[in-house]
């Protein structure tokens, strides 16, 4: 049996200021008894370690909403509300409580939980519309996913084959790709910005080291300490910038092309000049736009063996309407009508941010996810929807040790590896390639509704005419 895959996970708490959902008041009638230290099983609650005969301040953004410590400090010391802050963070999509789940997850690397159980909506746009067929639920190996039982979690970059040819004496004549293995179906997708110290950017880049994957940098932005891990990072350039990158392409295992209608109609020579310089493999990245299908077949007739579609922060389409989780699936079913799906890789990109829209989105179509947003969160970062796109990263992260941002980044992986089995084992699937695509294991609620109501309010308004 293959060695499990594993992920390092250790508390790391992030000295820097974070706006939790709630705040609980500590009133003057508090005895120091520490009920409420042994009641939380959240650890908000602790002893002061300058003074342990004192309660410190809650720890509010450990805090799951139980009303535990509420009920049972026999002063009735403990008040709770909400903390109005915390309500202004994101914003349609990137809700409040997203933010609470990453930090947590960062934080400890576990599955987060809720101490009040689920009370939000069952369906919403994008992923929030689609839910997995969880039916193995029950099956008795089930609990063996953290033990003896193996899922693996790891995809293959590159192109593949679907069948192999062997000639008359028995020797095989299908010519083998060059692959790439990654353990997890999530690469980090890091933008250019100046917000991002060079700590972050060091610790971005060796937790993908640390966890086997790859970090899709901007090439202007991989400074020469960064180079030291070149195995891991993807430079991103325009192909015009090929000459300028060589000593980048000479250590990368992958790079990454921007897409433009040139590389299209130039993409063999393209293809060739980064040979002649190393054998990594390519991606074309290219933004999720109406019609996007008809040019990833172009591109996949061209040669191109991997494809990044990356979609706004939110999920959306950059020039269009569609989710990216209706932009995969469109993708994916156009390969499979031009009978060429294996001969490509898709990476997905934009909106997601929680665990479980991994799993989702392979189920779509897509063989790889790429993140971005959700790892500067785990920093500390407050994003804001309204008016316009914001990133406030938190004050002093410059000052951040490079070893616990990383580590914070390998937690929330940590975390959402742990999901993904869970889903994985409750789905009956072992291995994450055999998601790609497996919407018969995923219910759509936009397909049950047009099912379910479609005909009975159609009828109605022919009735009404
Ligand atoms: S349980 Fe109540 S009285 Fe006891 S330490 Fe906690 S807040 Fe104070
Ligand atoms: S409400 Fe529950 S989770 Fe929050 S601090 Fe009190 S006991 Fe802990």
Redesign the pocket.
């Known amino acids: 049996m293959p060695k499990k895959y594993h992920i390092d996970i250790k508390p790391t708490p992030l000295n820097v200021k974070l706006i939790p959902k ?1 705040k ?1 008041t500590r009133g003057e009638n508090c005895i120091n008894c520490g009920k ?1 230290t042994k ?7 602790k002893r002061s370690e300058q003074d342990i005969r004192k309660i410190a301040d ?1 720890y ?1 953004v ?9 009920q ?1 400090c026999p002063r009735g010391a ?1 008040a ?1 509300g909400l903390e109005p802050d915390f309500q202004a963070l994101g914003g349609a999509y990137w809700k409040p409580d997203m933010f609470l789940s990453i930090w947590k997850q960062a934080e400890d690397g576990k599955v987060p939980v809720s ?1 009040a159980g689920y009370r939000g909506p069952f369906t919403g746009p994008g992923f929030d519309g689609m839910w997995t067929d969880m039916s193995e639920i029950v099956r008795p190996t089930r609990d063996g996913i953290h033990g003896r039982e193996y899922i693996s979690t790891a995809v293959e970059l590159g192109r593949k084959l679907n069948h192999l040819e062997f000639d008359g004496s028995g020797a095989l004549v299908s010519k083998i790709f060059n692959v790439v293995d990654v353990p997890l179906p999530i690469v980090f997708d890091i933008p250019a910005s100046d917000l991002l110290t060079s700590n972050v950017k060091n610790a971005m880049v060796t937790a993908a080291e640390a966890l086997g994957s790859f970090a899709i940098f901007p090439s202007a932005e991989i400074s020469p300490d960064m180079q030291r891990h070149m195995q891991h990072i993807i430079p991103l350039m325009t192909p015009d910038s090929i000459g300028a990158n060589t000593a980048l392409i000479q250590s990368a295992r992958v790079i990454a092309l921007e897409y433009s209608g040139a590389l299209l109609e130039n993409f063999a020579a393209v293809r060739r000049s980064v040979r002649n310089i190393s054998s990594a493999l390519v991606i074309v990245r290219i933004n999720a736009a109406t019609g996007v299908e008809d040019t990833i077949v172009q591109l996949t007739k061209a040669g191109v063996e991997i494809i990044h579609i990356a979609a706004d922060y939110c999920g959306m389409e950059v020039q269009g309407e569609r989710y990216i989780k209706d932009v995969i699936r469109a993708v994916h079913l156009r390969l499979i009508d031009e009978r060429m799906r294996d001969e490509i890789s898709i990476i997905a990109s934009g909106g997601i941010g929680m665990a479980e829209h991994v799993p989702k989105a392979l189920l779509c179509g897509a063989d790889l996810t790429a993140i971005g947003l959700p790892l500067l969160i785990a920093l500390g970062a407050f994003v804001y929807q309204q008016p316009a796109r914001k990133i406030v990263m938190p004050e002093g992260i410059e000052k951040i040790p490079v070893g616990i941002a990383r580590q914070r980044i390998v937690n929330l992986m940590g975390a959402w590896h742990s999901q993904l089995l869970e889903v994985m084992g409750a789905m009956g699937i072992r291995e994450a390639r055999r998601l790609r695509g497996e919407t018969g294991r995923a219910i759509f609620f936009d397909e049950i509704d047009r099912e379910t109501f479609g005909k009975l309010f159609q009828k109605q308004e022919s009735a009404n005419v």
């Not at 009641?39 to 609650?45: G, L, Q, R, S, T």
């Not at 450990?62 to 410590?69: K, P």
């Open positions: 709630f609980i409420c009641v939380c099983i959240y650890e908000a609650h809650p509010m450990a805090c799951r909403n139980c009303f535990r410590c509420i049972e403990l709770k101490g």
